[in-house]
């Protein structure tokens, strides 16, 4: 049994506010990855309200150790880590100083770090930090600041 409406959307049970399940998003092409907007809070989500989407869910305390111990919830963080790793492989748009994918990467660490463990962190980061490198590390210092503090806690 899941604990809330976010587990159930990681866990492959439950749909997000705009109705769509975790496979549904999983699908998404590349550029649905990058236009939509209001799917990155239901695939890695955190204790606190998001600026850029109102309405969009916060994880509380309960919900995120019923997401920690269930396996389908874990399984689904995983597979849309998976999906955004492919996404940022394959797309050389947010390689730039500033983009709104950036927010979205410090989102990811800060839920992978949270839910799955700083090892699940670490390894999305070094894969981040050797995309940028591969492109002549155009990503600005504020960025990589803040995926630096995300992994470690700050």
């Not at 990058?34 to 309960?62: M, N």
């Not at 396996?71 to 730039?96: E, I, N």
């Not at 770090?113 to 600005?140: I, K, M, T, Y």
């Amino acid at each position: 049994m899941t604990a809330g409406r976010i587990h159930a959307f990681l866990a492959g049970d439950g749909r997000d506010g705009a109705g769509r399940r975790l496979a549904d998003v999983l699908a998404f092409d590349d550029a649905r990855i990058e236009g939509v907007h209001d799917f990155i809070q239901w695939c890695f989500p955190l204790p606190e309200a998001s600026r850029a989407v109102p309405g969009a869910p916060v994880l509380t305390p309960d919900e995120a150790a019923s997401i920690r111990t269930d396996a389908a919830a874990g399984a689904g963080l995983r597979a849309a880590r998976d999906r955004m790793m492919r996404f940022y492989a394959r797309t050389d748009g947010w390689l730039r100083p500033h983009d709104h994918n950036h927010l979205r990467i410090t989102r990811i660490l800060h839920a992978l770090r949270d839910l799955l463990g700083r090892q699940e962190a670490r390894a999305f980061h070094a894969f981040v930090l050797a995309r940028n490198a591969e492109a002549g590390a155009p990503v600005s210092a504020k960025s990589l600041g803040y995926w630096a503090n995300a992994l470690a806690g700050d």
